[in-house]
């Protein structure tokens, strides 16, 4: 199974999405969130955190500035925005994601397709398109071509 698909017809839909995916995502895991603005790759993040345990009274706003955040939840999640970097390959490194990834982060981020490598590579692909919304998950590595495997062995019925 190489590429698993949902249909997100509703924000109720990507919560519960979020809410397969975060058990079986791991320490030092990257997921790339990728899809044209507005799709909802925000969204999903907000919904992933809150299904990795962070409290409701922390907020989960956009990294589009502050490039990247981080949450308390288990395993700490890393949240950035590579949008304002574009092609700038030593400006993400720079910001060094992959050292936190090392340290057990569990990475996630928006626009971050075309620095798969050096981001650590073996990242799981999510691509967000939103008419109709849906969201497709694909893999560049053997421990994501696992998770893609998971996630399409739970059933799904879009709501
Ligand atoms: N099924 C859905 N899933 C996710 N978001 C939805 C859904 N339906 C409506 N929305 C709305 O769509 C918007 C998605 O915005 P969001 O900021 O998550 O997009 P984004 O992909 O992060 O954009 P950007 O590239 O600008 O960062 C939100 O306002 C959200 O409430
Ligand atoms: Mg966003």
Do not use: C, N
């Amino acid at each position: 199974m190489s590429v698993v698909t949902r249909d997100l017809p509703s924000k109720a839909a990507t919560t519960k999405l979020a809410a397969q995916l975060a058990p079986l995502l791991a320490a030092g895991d990257l997921l790339l969130l990728d899809g044209p603005l507005g799709a909802g790759k925000t969204f999903f993040t907000r919904a992933l955190a809150r299904a990795l345990g962070l409290t409701s009274e922390a907020r989960v706003t956009s990294p589009t500035f502050t490039l990247v955040q981080e949450y308390a939840t288990e395993p700490p999640l890393v949240h950035a925005d590579l949008y304002r970097l574009s092609d700038d390959e030593r400006g993400v490194f720079e910001l060094g994601l992959i050292g936190q990834r090392d340290d057990g982060a569990l990475l996630v981020v928006e626009w971050g397709l075309p620095f798969a490598r050096i981001l650590g590579g073996d990242a799981l692909v999510m691509t967000l398109v939103r008419e109709p919304r849906s969201a497709s998950f694909s893999a560049t590595g053997p421990r994501s071509r696992r998770l893609v495997e998971a996630l399409g062995l739970l059933s799904w019925e879009s709501e």
